[in-house]
């Protein structure tokens, strides 16, 4: 039977990062259960960069994504992935908005992110000309990124580590054994075997239900999951906007914001709406939604040029409250060599790199 250092399964931008960076030091290969890579969340979100503004003091999301943010500058900058610091405003409304942009700038500060400030009425209409706000907040490093650029640039930096990427393959289950675990893979239909030393769960939605095929992992530190999808809008025509421009933040994600690619084209989203299975389908009558919490900050916009796009969706861990990232090693799960990522939501994409080099460290520290 063929035995490897170490199997990654899943592809996404999370799965890749610990691949490229892991490769340095171990023979990798990751396996991924569709056609190509990233063809599940890491290809279905809003692609920026995000600062690092909102995750609670000390939260794994505030340290990986403000870490993150500034590997994956330095990264686009060494493999010319395709990036653009923009820079975005957040809108307040009323006095209860103004208030929580005060406790953005202390929370960003706290998080190590002490560049953002305020804007005067002149400095908004400038930077957001046509957006209606009482107040507005400038983060200058935030930015966007092309993600599928990004992520053929991690499976170049795995091969050239002399690593491996395995599309059209499912991780079935494991058995932990003396020293590392016995893996059965599905690989169009064939099913096979082969040892690894370390294993890593970097499934994404479906990272719990792999966690599930691990023997011997105590159920009760497998988080629950709960689906929740957020969709886009894309807005057809001219547009005013040099910057991506959010409200204030709202419960499960950051409210319906403006972002523009790489190519100019803005779109709005993601909308949150919890759902019962992984079904990217969208549904175009959630447009009224949009068009009022669009209009809020951007009055002039134009509803018939609001088309329904595409939609992702998070793995959250729960319905309610403020959630983290949830990576869990032997100290928290007690089987050497694995390693299970869960509820890798937004900022995941900005997370990926810093979380790789944690991930990275910790294996070759056991
Ligand atoms: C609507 C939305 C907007 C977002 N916007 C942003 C943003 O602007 N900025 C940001 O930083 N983050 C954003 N995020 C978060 C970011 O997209 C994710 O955190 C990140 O893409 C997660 O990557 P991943 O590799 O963990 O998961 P995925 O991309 O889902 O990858 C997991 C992979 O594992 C594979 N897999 C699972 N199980 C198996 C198996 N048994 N065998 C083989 N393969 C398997 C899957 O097929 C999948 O390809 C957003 C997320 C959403 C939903």
Request: aromatic share 8%.
């Amino acid at each position: 039977m063929e035995h490897i250092n170490t199997l990654i399964i899943g592809a996404g931008v999370v799965g890749l990062s610990i691949a490229a960076r892991l490769s340095q030091h171990r023979e990798v290969f990751v396996v991924e259960q569709a056609k190509h890579f990233g063809e599940h969340t890491s290809s279905r979100n809003s692609e920026v960069i995000h600062a690092g503004i909102y995750y609670p003091t000390d939260s794994e999301k505030a340290r990986h994504c403000v870490a993150g943010k500034a590997l994956l500058y330095q990264h686009c900058k060494d493999f010319s992935v395709p990036v653009k610091q923009l820079g975005k405003v957040i809108t307040a409304q009323n006095d209860a908005e103004i208030q929580t942009l005060e406790k953005l700038i202390l929370q960003a500060e706290q998080n190590g992110v002490d560049d953002l400030y305020r804007l005067s009425q002149a400095e908004l209409q400038q930077k957001a000309p046509q957006v209606k706000a009482k107040e507005g907040l400038f983060s200058p490093s935030t930015g966007i990124i092309d993600s599928h650029q990004f992520m053929l640039s991690l499976v170049g930096q795995l091969e050239q580590n002399q690593g491996h990427f395995v599309a059209n393959t499912q991780f079935i289950s494991a058995t932990p054994m003396q020293q590392g675990f016995l893996v059965t893979l599905n690989c169009e239909g064939e099913t096979f075997s082969l040892s690894c030393t370390h294993l890593i769960n970097a499934g994404g939605l479906y990272a719990q239900h792999n966690a599930a095929k691990i023997e011997g992992l105590n159920s009760a530190k497998i988080p629950p999951i709960h689906y929740c999808r957020g969709q886009y809008f894309s807005y057809q025509g001219a547009h005013p906007f040099k910057h991506l421009i959010y409200p204030v933040p709202e419960q499960h994600g950051l409210g319906i914001h403006a972002t523009v690619d790489l190519a100019g084209q803005l779109r709005f989203g993601p909308d949150t709406q919890f759902v019962d299975a992984i079904d990217y389908a969208t549904d175009s009558s959630a447009l009224d939604k949009f068009y009022q919490a669009i209009q809020r900050y951007w009055p002039q916009v134009e509803k018939s040029k609001l088309q329904i796009d595409y939609a992702g969706i998070r793995p959250k861990l729960q319905t309610t409250g403020s959630q983290d990232f949830t990576i869990e090693d032997r100290r928290i799960h007690g089987i050497p060599g694995l390693i299970n990522l869960f509820g890798i939501e937004s900022p995941g994409l900005t997370a990926s790199l810093s979380l790789a080099q944690s991930v990275t460290e910790q294996l070759i520290a056991e």
